[in-house]
């Protein structure tokens, strides 16, 4: 007896503690200190979920060595939770964008971590219009601003294609990032489509999802039981289509805990 309620209490533990986490872009502006407050609220009440929260003050860190004020006052309170990772949003137009354009973006981040005032260190980079192709140029390209960030003490790279990579680029390209999204698009897009059929097989842990345009009333607990059930690196869900809005993130949360009971 006592026995089996020690391996009930272990199992449900171990299913608690989801590895799925949320990738969470959050690109609006932090008018005052209760615009993400959302954001703060769950994380504080979920504790056990990995928030990995996409910052973006002006399409990339912008041009002056440290954000405006009221943005260094939500980074850091971002980064007062233990389980809010910040990322820097970092635009790579296909990889096409000047190479240089973008490690300055990366060292103007990680210099971030050089303000004294507040806490504003951000703990890796989201590289936003990545290329999915199986072209040993882009590869390359991604490999090199990876190694950037990596060496610059962002340590966290997700890579954005929001589409399946090629056939025989999956290798290189998870090599090279923490994170792949490889499904950025809508609710209904996703309930049409067969996940397995447009995620790289054999690197779930790996992969995120990200669906905008999912009305409040849309069924968000079975996306993240799929999510989960797949093993799946991170999921998010929006009822916004441009992420300037973060009133799904209460539903999303609550669909992570109803998911972990099942
Ligand atoms: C928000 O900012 C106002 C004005 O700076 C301050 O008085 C208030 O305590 C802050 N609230 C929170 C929850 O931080
Ligand atoms: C980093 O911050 C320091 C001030 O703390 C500044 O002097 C320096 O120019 C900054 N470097 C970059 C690359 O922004
Ligand atoms: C600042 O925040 C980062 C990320 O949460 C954390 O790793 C680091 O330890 C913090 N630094 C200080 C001085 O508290």
Redesign the pocket.
Known sequence: MFGFSYIVGALSLASAVSSTGILLPLYSWPEDNTTWSPVYNAAAAHPDILFQVIVNPSSGPGDT??PDETYIAGLAKLNSYDNIQVIGYIPTEDAERDVSAVK?DI??Y??WS???AQNITVSGIFFDEAPNANDQTKISYMQEISESAKSSNLPTVVFNPGTKLEDGSAAEYFKAADLIVEFENSYSAWTSTVPANDLSGGYYSKAAIILYSAPLTADYETVVQEARGMGLGAAYLTNSDDYKTVDSLVKVAASFVQASRC
């Open positions: 060595t440290y300055a060292s103007t990680s210099n050089s303000y004294k």
